[in-house]
Structures are given as structure tokens and as C-alpha cells.
């Protein structure tokens, strides 16, 4: 019990250096920053390369280490983040996913996909202590974690630059007024906020005893994870959340199995958010409006539209091949999970990067009503559908109320724990082994499996989806969401319960999202714990995001970028998912309302 | 207004990009008949690009050794490699890509089983063989009658481990990556030891991108085994042997070909040293075939070729083989696949696929971690 106890602290405080980088920028710029974890997979392979094939001494290389990161920090501010100065703060989340995206892929390119040894310099003195062997760095880690807290803690706090970087962080406009160059300011953050992912990636590279490029996509999740529960933005907390997750990580792990490590880190946070959120004052519509900015009302469905559109969907069958059919039905399918969020961001002004989890749900519901039940997908999709539906207002609604990047943070939590669930509830899910043979549709006897009629399907659900968002946009219930995202006081007191309402939007956008899933099953007729990610969350976001908040439109035009984009560089070879990143970058730098939406 | 305008640019932008696409061809020239053209689907990209970057180099090899000795029957061969990250959502579309070209004549991976078995039914319907030489998975040649691996099938596989591990000692631990193959793995290496008698005293699982192995490793200790079955990549794999000495597990440790990798060596230093694996491909295997495939490719690469490599090199010829004996049509691929007795191969010798599309194979041999280095394990 002492040996978990003490090998949890070691494992949290590498997770505490993770989480320090994500508090300090979160605390000082307001920004969920994603690209900290490839900024802590950059620093580990750079480390790797100075002090492996460089030769420097350990020391040399994480002082490199740390002026790449920092500069690296300040580009990225620069480039990404300082032309969205004025855009709402989801644009700004969605220039650093994009960010993340070429910085991994560099990452891979400069360094190669190669694991590597980044070796432990440090004295090989080791302290037994009941069954555990701890080494000097072992022992140190978390004497260096708590130190690089306090010093960026005394800095921010004492000196008159940490207060200039924290008063451009409370009120711009003050400071500037005050001879603060808040742009610089900025940069100065990330400029520190990055160099600590690079300590951090070269630190934990050196215990763990290797690293490698993909390494940044779990330990930064844990490092979100750590300063989620910490309480974002707060730098002891950043710590405190560290070694509380190292330690019951460990606990977790050693009763229930190293498998349950992602449902213990996020369920974690999950239950950390559900507590905060029963202490948080209902302040959904005042930090919606501040997170997404004001939009003009949608415009709403004219049926000469819709007549359009459905002879355009219906007639790319008649002149596309079954390639262009294939991409087609992975869009429509996309872009009916687009639809999910269109409702509850769009309409109703919260957010949820949870998505995943419900597009799961629906998907692995469909499935198993289908084979184990042996009810027909027509019976099956709505059932699926109805599962999600019920699990996003059991599960997500309830931590709504916490309003912008809080609420972002805590339902990307909800949903990485269902998608891990899906690999360790054996008995429903068959675990890591997926479900496999599941029937196609039969349309009156006819097997839906080409690609032309999985196109067909995916289409005509998303065409359903389409008019019943847009009939709820335009009817009393879409007004009084709309009341709630511009002003929750004055809706509630008009008579518009928040919480009441927020549920409702998520249980339906919860619904056409796994009816999304039914239709992923419908095409793939396998399913297994690996299509579903956390990045499936990001690309449901990003595709509203990109077509328009609000805008039922946006989400096909969104779908069709995103999905279609990746296809269309395949030409690009190895530089195909570096091109589309900087394209993902390029859409939300200039065009930051998104294609379909007003500024 | 100025919004309006803008957007009706970028609408019709759109739609002369996409009424370009739906009537842009793919490949085909007029002198592309003469090409005989294999699709790869892998990971060349992603967090299992170190996997695809080993097979490209070996496909290479092997597609240059092919049209340095005048081709196929004179024709030349190319690989057309395309990226899914090992992603289903990305390796069903890669499917219907090769599917509607009707230059491709077989396909090779995807790497993991998942990203094989969701696009298998586009490879069944248009009756291309479909040829995941890494999918151990039995699901995936389950799934349909042009599904080939050469891959060993886990059953076999665990019990000719069990067989061994019994012999070192009785109290046996089983650590596996929490995937298709680890669990797959796990579970028939369970039953092959209940059939020996074999106490397996301790089964932990894990997610493949775990870096932080104590407290599992803390609760193998716990169960005192006196052999340890690992079944992991050489990446997690030497993680879990460093860990291992720091939390003072001393039992035997034995793994599997997964780790036949210099790269296991290198990452697991000394705390590797001793253990055991069977392996189906050695690159210091004395046959003159994989002699010469060994030296070719340390001397265009410089590093040893581990067992991906071999499997990837192998595949493709044996693919090219089929494409010849086949008549150089989908159908025919897939009947030399399905009756060929005595198809050519470095990693098996002459072999033939089994009533269950995997290679039925039945050499077993053993290597051991000295010194820094795999040796041939020759302990009875």
C-alpha cells in the first residue's frame, strides 16, 4: 500500500510537469491549449537528439531544450493565436488543435516515428523502501516539479513582469492603458508555458527510460487531465492535481488493472467536474456568448433549399464512381455528427467535446441490438440512438452549467471515459476484440453494402437530421435556446429553466449523434474500441466550427472540408496530414466565423 | 452584403472543386497495361508510422530485387502505398480506392486488424485479395473468402510458448497489451496452460501507449511467478523489462516474435538480457534465402531487419508470385492464394495456406538475448 502510495507520487509528479505548461497558459491567456502535448513530444525527441547523437551533456541539452520550446512557444503564439486576439476563444482551441497537428507531424519527420533511449544521467544511487527500488532522478522528480511550480509562481507573483503577464490576462484594456504591451505579454506566456513542456517532455522522457514522437498524444492528456483536476489555471493546483491522479492511477491500476488506466484518469476528472459543478452558479449564457461570440440568428430552412440539395445528394450517385461514393458517405456521416453539435453550440450556446462518446454509444448500441437481439436495423439505428440520447443528458448535461473552457475540458473527459469503457466492459463490448459480423441493412430484402447505397442510407439520415434541427432552430423551443445563449438571467427569468432546457438540447443532439454511429456501423459492419477517439470529438467540433455555428448548412460544408480535405492530399504522401494541418490553421486564421457564418 | 458575396464565392469555389474530383480519373495511361501495380495500405503516418516505415523499406527492397531481374513476366511491378494511420475510417476508403482501379491486382495489410477487417467486405465485393500479412487476428481471415495472412494464428502460437515456459518453471504470469492480438493471445495462452497442468498464477493487462508500468508490474511481483510471458511490441516491451528490475522482479521472462527487434535491445539495455522468443523469422538465420535478404537490406538500410520487415519483403513476393501464377487477374490471384501447394517464401520455405487462408506452419525456433544480441536458444 506505502510502495503504491510512493510510486504514485513519482508517476504524478512527471504528470505535474505535464500539467504545469496547460494551468499557466489556461491561468494567464484564457486558451485550453492543445498543442502541449506534441510541444512535450517535440522537447523529449529534441532532448533525445542532443544528447544521443549531439552528444551534449544532459544538463546543455535541456537548457537547448528549453530556449527551442520557448521560442517554439512564441511562433506558435504569433502564427496561431495573436490574429485571433478578438475571435471567440473556440477558434483560438481550434488553431491550437491545429497547431498539434503539424507539430506532430514535423515531429515524425525531423525525428522519425523511431522509440529511443533518452538515458538517465543522473547518480544510479538507489533508496529500497519496502519493495520499491527508487533511483536518485526517481526521488528528485518531484523536488524539480514543485520547485519550477514555485518559481513560476514567485515570478508571476512578485515581479513586475509576472504582473504584467497577469493583468494582460484579467483586463487588456486596463493593461494596455497601464504602457503594457499586451501582445508581448502574451508571448511571453507561451514562450513559458511552452518551455515547460519541454522540461516536462524531457524529464518525464528520462524516468519513463524512453521517448518517441507519438508520446505527446497520452502523456498530454494525462496532463490535461492532472490540471483539470487541479482546478484549471491554478499552478499549486497543477501540481496538487498531478500527484492526486499519479497516485490514484496507481491505486486504480494495481486493483482493477493496467487496462482501466484511461477510465481511471478521466473518470477521475469526470467526478472532480460533477462536484465543482454542484458549486458553480448557473452562468451558462454569460460565458457561452463570451466563448463563442454573438451570431446573427440562422437563417431558416426554405423548402426550395432542401428540394435542392436533396437532388444534388441524390444525384452524385449517377456521377461519381464508388470511390468518390466512399468518401461521400464517410462526409454525410460526419457531417450528421456535425448536426449533433450544430443544436447544443449553435443553438443553445454550450459546448460539448464529448461527442465521441455518444457517436460510440449509438454506433455500439445499433450493433448489439442487431446481433444480439436480432431486431432489424431499421428498429436498431433509432434504438442506438435513443441510448446516446439518454446518456447525454444522464451524463453530459450535468456538468453544462460550467460555461466555456471548463465545460469543453469536463465533457471531453466524459467522453474519453465512455470510449475507454468501451475497451474494458468485455462483457457487452467484447473488449479490445470488437464486434464483428454484424448484418448490413436489408432495404426490402435488398443488402445495403456498396458504396453507392452506404451513401445513399448515410445521406438520407443526414437530409432527416438537417430538417428536424432546422424546424427546432425556427420553432418557440429554438427561440427560448437561443434566450438561453444570449442572456441566461433574463431567459430564466422569463421562464426558461437553463438547466431544464441545456438537458434537452444535449439529449437531442446526443440522439443524432448516435444515430450517426448507427450509420457508421451500417458501413463498416465491424466495430471495435479503435475507431473511436478522442480526435473524433475535435473533428465534430471543428466541422461546426469551420461551417458555421448555428447554421444546419455548415455542418455538410464542414464535414465535406474536413473529411474531403485529407482525401484530396493524398497525392501529398508523407506531407498529406502536415498540409492538412496548415490548411485547418489557414481556414480558422482567415476565416475565424466560420464559412457559412456572420461576422 | 459583403458576407453574402464572399460566401457565394467560396460556394461556387467548392463545387468546382468537387465536380472536379467526381470526374477526375484515377491512374490508367495508355502505357500503364503493362504495370502490374499492388496497393499498400499501412501506417505510414501516425503513432504506428515506425511500423510503416519498416515495411515500405522491405517492400522496396523486395519490388526493386523483382524489376532488377526484368519484372513480372517482363512487366514491371509498383507499389502504390497509401496512408490510413492504421485508421478503419481512413483504410475503408483506401479500400474502395484500390477496388476501382482495376490495375491494382492484390492488396497488402493494413497493419492492425481492426483497420483490415472494416474495410474487408469492400475487398470481398470486388473480389480483390485482400493480404494482411500482420493480422493474427482469426477474425479477419473469418471475414471473407479473399482474406489471406500469413501471420501465425495466436492458438498456434501460444501453445508452442506455453510448451516452453512449462518447462522453465510451473508458476506462470501473463503480461499483455489490452488489443486484438495481446488479448486474442492472452486468453489462448491461458487455455494452452490449463491444458499442461500450468498454474498461471497472474494475468495483466495494459493499453498499448502506457509508459508508467510500476504498479503493474508491482502486482506480478506480488503473485511470485517464476516465469513471465510478455506479449508486447519491443517498444512497450522494453519498457516493461526496465521497470521490471526496478520494482525487483526476478522470475524468467519469456516473449514473442513481436520483439524481434534490434530496437528491443537498444530501448531494454541490459535488463533484456535473458530473454527468450520464439521467432518465425531470424535474420541470422542460416538459410541462403534470408541470408541474402538480410545483407540486402542491411546494406541499402544499415540496421538488421526485424520480423516486420521479413513478413513485408516476404508478402510482396509472395503476392508477385501469385500475380505470375495467377494470369496476372484479380480471380486468379486469388485462386493461386487459395490452391498454390508450394508457394515461395523466405520466412516459411515452400508453404501452402491452410483451409483457414493462414500459412500452416510448423518450424519452431527459439532465440535468446546474450550479450546484448539474439542468439539461436539451443537449451532442451
Request: hydrophobic content about 50%.
Amino acid at each position: 500500500m506505502a510502495e503504491t502510495l510512493l510510486s504514485g507520487l513519482v508517476t504524478g509528479s512527471a504528470l505535474a510537469l505535464a500539467a504545469l505548461g496547460i494551468s499557466l497558459i489556461f491561468g494567464v491567456a484564457d486558451i485550453a491549449n492543445f498543442a502541449q502535448g506534441p510541444l512535450l513530444a517535440f522537447g523529449a525527441m529534441l532532448g533525445w537528439w542532443l544528447t544521443a547523437e549531439a552528444h551534449l551533456p544532459y544538463l546543455a541539452a535541456l537548457l537547448v531544450v528549453i530556449a527551442a520550446t520557448a521560442c517554439l512557444g512564441a511562433a506558435i503564439e504569433r502564427v496561431a493565436v495573436r490574429p485571433l486576439m478578438n475571435a471567440p476563444r473556440i477558434t483560438v482551441l481550434l488553431a491550437t488543435v491545429a497547431v498539434g497537428i503539424v507539430l506532430d507531424r514535423v515531429t515524425q519527420l525531423v525525428f522519425s516515428p523511431e522509440t529511443r533511449v533518452l538515458e538517465n544521467p543522473f547518480p544510479a544511487w538507489t533508496f529500497a523502501f519496502g519493495g520499491v527500488h527508487l533511483d536518485f532522478f526517481d526521488a528528485a522528480i518531484p523536488a524539480i516539479a514543485a520547485a519550477t511550480a514555485g518559481l513560476i509562481a514567485f515570478f508571476l507573483a512578485r515581479t513586475k513582469l509576472g504582473r504584467a503577464i497577469r493583468a494582460s490576462a484579467q483586463d487588456p484594456d486596463a493593461a494596455r492603458q497601464m504602457g503594457v504591451d499586451v501582445a508581448a505579454m502574451q508571448s511571453l506566456a507561451f514562450a513559458l508555458a511552452s518551455s515547460l513542456a519541454g522540461i516536462a517532455g524531457m524529464l518525464a522522457g528520462t524516468y519513463y527510460g524512453n521517448v518517441e514522437p507519438a508520446m505527446g498524444t497520452s502523456l498530454g492528456m494525462a496532463g490535461f487531465a492532472a490540471a483539470a483536476l487541479g482546478g484549471l489555471g491554478r499552478l499549486g493546483g497543477a501540481v496538487l492535481g498531478g500527484l492526486t491522479l499519479g497516485v490514484v492511477q496507481n491505486l486504480g491500476v494495481t486493483l482493477f488493472g493496467g487496462a482501466e488506466l484511461q477510465v481511471i484518469t478521466f473518470a477521475a476528472v469526470v467526478v472532480a467536474f460533477w462536484l465543482r459543478s454542484r458549486r458553480t452558479a448557473t452562468d451558462a449564457g454569460a460565458s457561452g456568448a463570451a466563448f463563442f461570440g454573438r451570431r446573427a440568428l440562422a437563417p431558416p430552412l426554405r423548402p426550395a433549399l432542401i428540394a435542392v440539395l436533396v437532388g444534388a445528394l441524390f444525384a452524385i450517385p449517377l456521377l461519381c464512381g464508388p470511390y468518390v461514393l466512399r468518401v461521400a458517405g464517410e462526409i454525410a456521416i460526419y457531417a450528421t455528427l456535425g448536426l449533433s453539435l450544430t443544436l447544443v453550440a449553435g443553438t443553445c450556446g454550450t459546448i460539448s467535446l464529448g461527442q465521441v462518446g455518444l457517436f460510440a454509444a449509438g454506433a455500439y448500441a445499433s450493433a448489439l441490438f442487431e446481433k444480439d437481439l436480432g431486431w432489424t436495423f431499421w428498429c436498431a439505428a433509432p434504438a442506438g440512438a435513443a441510448v446516446a440520447a439518454v446518456l447525454a443528458a444522464v451524463a453530459i448535461a450535468p456538468v453544462a452549467k460550467l460555461g466555456g473552457q471548463e465545460l469543453a475540458i469536463a465533457t471531453f473527459a466524459i467522453g474519453a471515459t465512455i470510449v475507454a469503457l468501451l475497451l474494458n466492459l468485455d462483457a457487452l463490448t467484447n473488449g479490445p476484440l470488437g464486434i464483428s459480423n454484424i448484418p448490413p441493412p436489408s432495404f426490402f430484402g435488398h443488402a445495403v453494402v456498396s458504396a453507392r447505397d452506404d451513401y445513399l442510407l448515410a445521406a438520407a439520415a443526414f437530409i432527416a437530421c438537417l430538417i428536424v434541427v432546422g424546424r427546432l432552430q425556427a420553432s418557440p423551443l429554438g427561440l427560448a435556446w437561443r434566450a438561453l445563449r444570449d442572456d441566461a438571467g433574463a431567459a430564466a427569468a422569463s421562464g426558461v429553466h437553463p438547466a431544464a432546457y441545456t438537458s434537452l438540447a444535449f439529449a437531442i443532439g446526443g440522439g443524432i449523434a448516435g444515430l450517426a454511429g448507427a450509420l457508421l456501423t451500417a458501413q463498416y459492419l465491424y466495430l471495435s474500441p479503435d475507431i473511436f477517439d478522442a480526435d473524433t470529438s475535435v473533428l465534430a467540433l471543428t466541422i461546426v466550427v469551420l461551417g458555421g455555428f448555428g447554421n444546419v448548412w455548415g455542418a455538410l460544408l464542414g464535414a465535406t472540408v474536413l473529411v474531403g480535405v485529407p482525401e484530396a492530399f493524398r497525392p501529398l504522401h508523407d506531407y498529406r496530414i502536415l498540409a492538412y494541418g496548415l490548411a485547418l490553421l489557414a481556414l480558422v486564421r482567415f476565416r475565424p466565423q466560420g464559412f457559412l457564418g456572420y461576422r | 452584403m459583403n458576407a453574402n458575396l464572399s460566401r457565394a464565392r467560396f460556394l461556387a469555389a467548392l463545387g468546382t472543386t468537387a465536380l472536379a474530383a467526381c470526374s477526375g480519373s484515377r491512374g490508367g495511361g495508355a502505357g500503364a497495361a503493362s504495370v502490374v501495380r499492388f496497393g499498400v495500405s499501412g501506417p505510414f503516418s501516425g503513432d504506428d508510422a515506425n511500423y510503416g516505415r519498416v515495411w515500405r523499406a522491405a517492400m522496396d527492397l523486395a519490388a526493386d530485387e523483382i524489376n532488377r531481374s526484368g519484372g513480372l513476366h517482363g512487366r514491371p511491378l509498383e507499389l502504390v502505398y497509401e496512408d490510413t494511420q492504421s485508421d478503419p475510417r481512413q483504410s475503408v476508403v483506401v479500400a474502395q480506392q484500390f477496388a476501382d482501379d482495376p490495375s491494382i491486382l492484390v492488396e497488402l495489410g493494413d497493419f492492425s486488424s481492426a483497420a483490415s477487417i472494416a474495410a474487408s467486405p469492400v475487398y470481398e465485393r470486388a473480389g480483390l485479395v485482400q493480404f494482411g500479412f500482420t493480422n493474427s487476428d482469426p477474425k479477419f481471415t473469418a471475414g471473407g473468402e479473399y482474406m489471406f495472412s500469413t501471420a501465425t494464428s495466436v492458438r498456434a502460437d501460444a501453445r508452442i510458448i506455453a510448451k516452453r515456459a512449462a518447462r522453465i518453471g510451473r508458476r506462470h504470469a501473463v503480461v499483455f497489451q489490452d488489443t486484438v492480438w495481446g488479448k486474442s493471445a492472452s486468453s489462448a495462452y491461458a487455455a494452452s496452460a490449463k491444458e499442461l497442468g500450468v498454474d498461471v498464477v497472474s494475468v495483466q493487462n495494459y493499453l498499448p501507449d502506457t509508459k508508467d508500468f510500476h504498479a503493474v508490474l508491482g502486482n506480478v511481483r506480488a503473485a511470485n511467478p517464476d516465469v513471465v510471458v510478455y506479449y508486447s511490441y519491443y517498444t512497450d516491451g522494453a519498457l516493461l523489462a526496465r521497470q521490471a528490475r526496478d520494482v525487483g522482479l526476478t522470475a524468467r521472462s519469456v516473449t514473442t516474435g513481436a520483439c524481434y527487434n534490434q530496437q528491443f535491445i537498444a530501448l531494454g539495455g541490459p535488463a533484456v538480457d535473458g530473454f527468450v522468443l520464439p521467432v518465425e523469422f531470424f535474420a541470422a538465420d542460416p538459410r541462403p534465402a534470408v541470408r541474402r535478404f538480410a545483407r540486402a537490406y542491411e546494406t541499402r538500410y544499415h540496421e538488421v531487419p526485424d520480423l516486420f520487415a521479413g513478413f513485408a519483403f516476404d508478402a510482396v513476393r509472395i503476392a508477385a508470385w501469385a500475380a505470375v501464377d495467377g494470369g496476372f487477374t484479380r480471380s486468379g490471384v486469388r485462386d493461386a492464394f487459395a490452391t498454390g501447394t508450394r508457394i515461395p517464401s523466405i520466412v516459411d520455405g515452400p508453404f501452402h495456406f491452410g483451409a483457414d487462408r493462414r500459412s500452416a506452419r510448423s518450424s519452431e525456433r527459439w532465440l535468446v538475448i546474450r550479450n546484448g544480441g539474439f542468439t539461436l536458444w539451443n537449451d532442451a
